[in-house]
């Protein structure tokens, strides 16, 4: 007789503060979830290290295809600053089931969802907007260099921590879309794009947003997005070229 075992759901873990994982790191707080998982700020109990721990919902890691494409990918772009540095996996059992824990390093700062919900407004000053996109741009730029794709970039999937007048920037999340290609890379564009627009308050501001900011828009069409900033590196170079009126021009 066939076995009939099903991989278990799992919709949230709210692990407790204290709680261990793979005998080896503490849990101290939830730093966010999403549809593959949660990840939590742990510390490593030999070392008292800070880490960050990805674990994966069963259901959406069968046979570890998600934590593999993870590390794989992570490993890759370890020579990309913008990129997370991966460590290992571990594994732990949670209400019986085999769970999949991806160790990544641990990085100070706020999500981008957080920074323009705490700001006047619901947007960010202009300076600090384009500041985060150009680093963005510039992060992006050296991905597809290594012929790689980021697949899911937006507001809640961006940590940003401020340094002086500088702003560093960490993507937290990486999406799965195949093989990678140029479509792949300019839906990195698109979405890059997008992220600026949502930085500025979206379609409550956009009708007042000076020429140079509504040039990068685009209005959000895809289409002109791309005609202008075909790749990363094109819309970087703009951004590094491009004349800024003062408000009094």
């Not at 999949?100 to 990085?107: Q, Y």
């Not at 960010?124 to 970039?153: C, K, S």
Request: proline share 3%.
């Amino acid at each position: 007789m066939q076995s009939t075992t099903k991989t278990p759901r799992i919709r949230s873990f709210s692990l407790a503060r204290g709680r261990v994982i793979g005998g080896k790191y503490v849990v101290e707080s939830l730093l966010g979830g999403g549809w593959e998982g949660e990840v939590y700020r742990v510390t490593e109990r030999r070392t008292g290290a800070s880490r960050a721990a990805k674990l994966f919902f069963p259901q959406r890691n069968n046979d570890d295809k998600a934590v593999t494409f993870y590390a794989r990918k992570l490993e890759s772009l370890r020579a990309c600053p913008i990129v997370l540095k991966y460590h290992h996996s571990e594994s732990f059992r949670f209400r019986g089931a085999p769970v999949t824990v991806l160790i990544s390093e641990f990085v100070e700062g706020r999500i981008i969802d957080d920074l323009i919900d705490s700001s006047p407004g619901k947007r960010l000053p202009e300076y600090e907007a384009l500041a985060i996109f150009y680093n963005l741009a510039v992060g992006l730029e050296q991905i597809h260099a290594e012929r790689e794709y980021h697949g899911d970039l937006h507001s809640g999937n961006v940590l940003v921590k401020r340094r002086g007048v500088h702003f560093d920037v960490k993507l937290v999340d990486l999406f799965d879309l195949g093989k990678p290609s140029r479509a792949h890379a300019q839906y990195d564009v698109v979405a890059l794009v997008r992220l600026l627009y949502d930085m500025l308050g979206g379609q409550r501001w956009y009708a007042a947003q000076r020429d140079e900011i509504k040039k990068i828009i685009c209005g959000l069409r895809q289409s002109l997005i791309l005609s202008r900033y075909p790749t990363a590196r094109r819309l970087r170079e703009h951004l590094d070229q491009f004349e800024w009126r003062s408000s009094g021009a």
